[in-house]
């Protein structure tokens, strides 16, 4: 046996270290990023299922109606879709839409990594009852920029019954 004590690791140790450390990175990375997209679609879809609970609640509380519209800036209803962000107001003349001079609620900003549907509404509006000033349902779809082959697609239905029911989808 050998009088002198070792002090650190050898070379061949640290490559075998860095070679295991490299190779579970490189197979953990893909599934990371799915999950980095799954939750970032649940963190969208619950936050604008919130804004609508919001908004269907002030109607109601305030008795002249309220309303959540995709928004670029939180002061008006200029958003060409609802990744662009999103504002609820309190409806003070009861118009069902966004007016200068009506309280603004909440504003949530814009979400980079998604992507929305084209020809959808881009203003949900309550009335002091709480139901859904449409003559139909409206549906709002969200998925991720990059979906991969996960079913991230999010359709949020809001009835006319102002109720929002959320279903998970592939995307198409």
């Known amino acids: 046996m050998s009088s002198r004590r070792s002090k650190g690791f050898t070379l061949v140790e640290l490559m075998v270290t860095i070679a295991v ?3 579970l990175s490189t197979i953990a990375y893909p599934s990371f990023q799915g999950t980095i997209r799954s939750n970032r679609m649940a963190t969208t879809s619950n936050e604008l299922i919130a804004a609508l609970a919001l908004a269907r609640s002030e109607a109601i509380r305030g008795t002249h109606g309220g309303g959540v519209c995709a928004s670029t800036a939180g002061t008006s209803c200029d958003g060409k879709s609802w990744t662009d962000g999103w504002m609820v107001w ?5 118009n069902g839409s966004f007016d200068t001079g009506e309280a603004v609620l909440r504003y949530a900003e814009a979400r980079t ?31 991720p920029a990059d979906c991969g082959s996960q079913p991230l697609q999010r359709r949020l239905s809001i009835s006319l019954t ?8 592939a995307c198409k």
């Open 21 to 23: 450390l490299a190779i």
């Open 113 to 143: 990594k998604m992507q929305g549907v084209s020809g959808q509404a881009l203003t949900i509006a309550f009335d002091p009852r709480g139901r859904s000033r449409a003559v139909t349902a409206q549906d709002i779809t969200l998925r």
């Open 162 to 169: 102002g109720q929002t029911r959320l279903q998970k989808e």
């Open 90 to 94: 309190n409806d003070a003349n009861g």
